[in-house]
């Protein structure tokens, strides 16, 4: 078997936004789909894992689109361990069309947890590291790697929300994707229209769950440059905690 893996996908018409190009959530669900197809048919996946009372969750996203898939565009999303450590590993992405055309690349880091302690898991204690057979380096990701998202203390709050069920995934959690779905909804429909979005990076830092309340603190740190903090309100009133950070760059249209 190939250390890179090839999967083909659709952008399916209801996928789509008001542009009939690829919501970025949606490519996002798609990768990580192709994450998981990739690690289950190489032995690590969550069909492995599940059993064991174990699972990966996404730490890190960065994702540089060209363009996005026009609907019914086919697509192919290619996906290769880069690399591999105790406690994380370093994932990669290529989205393709069938004629070869590149619309863009990923950059993943992924931490592999305890589902019933929620803590950091040895991954190369898995079938004795046999995924570090798996790392994938002569491959090219031309895109920059996540960067550190610093913001100061004049970020205003933009919005607050409710989180319920359909914000609820298969680890419990609220879905890495559903954040990438709200840090865009800061932005309202004009903007979209006017403004491509060219990279997307999110960095989670802890757990938020159905009933939480999340408010969402954007500050412009460069001209079509923004960063997200997003905190939660835990249902319990138990304190408010910082759940992830993104950054968004937008080019004019």
């Not at 090839?6 to 399916?12: I, M, Q, R, S, V």
């Not at 209801?14 to 690690?39: K, P, V």
């Not at 064991?52 to 994702?63: E, F, G, N, P, Q």
């Not at 993943?108 to 898995?126: E, G, H, K, N, Y």
Request: hydrophobic letters at 40%.
């Amino acid at each position: 078997m190939d250390k890179i893996g090839k999967y083909l996908f659709l952008a399916e018409p209801f996928h789509c936004d008001f542009s009939h190009r690829l919501f970025m959530s949606h490519l996002g669900n798609h990768m990580l789909n192709a994450a998981d197809f990739h690690s289950t048919e190489r032995g690590f996946g969550m069909t492995y894992l599940n059993p064991i009372h174990k699972t990966w969750v996404l730490s890190r996203l960065a994702v540089e689109m060209e363009e996005m898939p026009v609907q019914y565009t086919k697509f192919f999303v290619e996906t290769w361990v880069e690399g591999a450590m105790k406690y994380f590993t370093n994932r990669n992405f290529r989205v393709v069309g069938e004629d070869g055309r590149v619309f863009g690349y990923g950059r993943s880091v992924w931490a592999m947890i305890d589902t019933d302690t929620r803590q950091p898991q040895d991954i190369l204690a898995i079938h004795d590291g046999a995924i570090k057979g798996w790392i994938e380096t002569g491959k090219e990701c031309p895109i920059e790697k996540s960067s550190r998202v610093k913001m100061s203390a004049d970020a205003s709050i933009v919005r607050t929300i409710d989180t319920g069920y359909s914000d609820v995934d298969v680890n419990g959690h609220v879905n890495s994707v559903k954040y990438i779905e709200h840090v865009l909804d800061l932005f309202d429909i004009e903007w979209h229209r006017t403004h491509r979005l060219k990279r997307f990076e999110i960095a989670y830092v802890a757990e938020s769950h159905g009933g939480d309340k999340l408010s969402f603190y954007r500050e412009e740190t460069a001209e079509g440059e923004f960063c997200v903090r997003i905190v939660k309100s835990p249902a319990d009133a138990s304190g408010d905690v910082e759940v992830c950070r993104s950054k968004v760059k937008f080019i004019n249209i």
